[in-house]
């Protein structure tokens, strides 16, 4: 059974860095998209960008900008760095598998806080 | 790249048929079979209940059907449970390998 589990920093300053880091267990990285999805509290669900275990990547064009993923396929872990974040940007953060073109396997979320 | 729109609210008594609708674009919803949906519990995270329109995965039970008309996608929920209330989701294949989510729908079993 694949599990992925998120991690990184629950807090973050406005203006810094988000970055979180998404562990996958059960399975290969290998031959899958991999995506971050958020949702701010009491909202609805919003796409961020995903890689592909190759390099490929994509992002949201209303985030494209401010956000990075990488892939590390040693560890079975990839990666989502959002840039000069503000308040907006505080949201329950999903990692997911992508088999194709929907979203099967969804870690249990990690809640960031952008505040001072 | 705007929102799929979804009706805020549905609701059905037990063993009734509840069906949300998601509607898009031409370029997205309409423009490719890559609808998906997604059950939400509170404090959970979204589970997937159709793929390509209208594929279950397995373990999915028969109650949830998909479909899709022109620019509008629909999740049918049939024999409505108590469990099945919940927030519903779908998604779509936006073009230029960019994906959307719809505004959400949240299911009350009376």
């Known amino acids: 059974q694949v599990q992925l589990q998120e991690s990184g920093p629950g807090l973050v300053k406005p203006s810094e860095t988000l970055s979180l880091t998404c562990t996958v267990s059960?399975?290969?990285?290998?031959?899958?998209?991999w995506s971050w999805i958020r949702q701010p509290p009491g909202k609805g669900l919003e796409w961020i960008g995903y890689?592909?275990?190759?390099?490929?990547?994509s992002y949201n064009p209303s985030l494209k900008s401010r956000v990075t993923i990488s892939i590390d396929t040693s560890k079975n872990q990839f990666s989502l760095k959002l840039s000069s974040v503000t308040a907006a940007d505080t949201a329950v953060y999903y990692c997911?598998?992508?088999?194709?073109?929907?979203?099967?396997?969804w870690g249990q979320g990690t809640l960031v806080t952008v505040s001072s | 790249q705007s929102a799929l729109t979804q009706p805020p609210s549905a609701s059905g008594s037990p063993g009734q048929s509840v069906t949300i609708s998601c509607t898009g674009t031409?370029?997205?919803?309409?423009?490719?079979?890559?609808v998906s949906w997604y059950q939400q519990h509170p404090g959970k995270a979204p589970k997937l209940l159709i793929y390509?329109?209208?594929k279950r995965p397995s373990g999915v039970p028969d109650r949830f059907s998909g479909s899709m008309s022109g620019d509008t996608a629909s999740l049918t929920v049939s024999g409505l449970q108590a469990e099945d209330e919940a927030d519903y989701y779908c998604?779509?294949?936006?073009?230029?390998?960019?994906?959307?989510f719809g505004t959400g729908t949240k299911v009350t079993v009376l």
């Open positions: 998604s779509s294949y936006a073009g230029s390998n960019d994906y959307v």
């Open positions: 390509e329109v209208s």
């Open positions: 890689i592909y275990y190759s390099g490929s990547i």
């Open positions: 059960g399975g290969s990285i290998s031959g899958y998209y």
């Open positions: 997911a598998r992508m088999p194709t073109t929907s979203f099967d396997y």
């Open positions: 031409s370029s997205d919803v309409g423009g490719y079979n890559y």
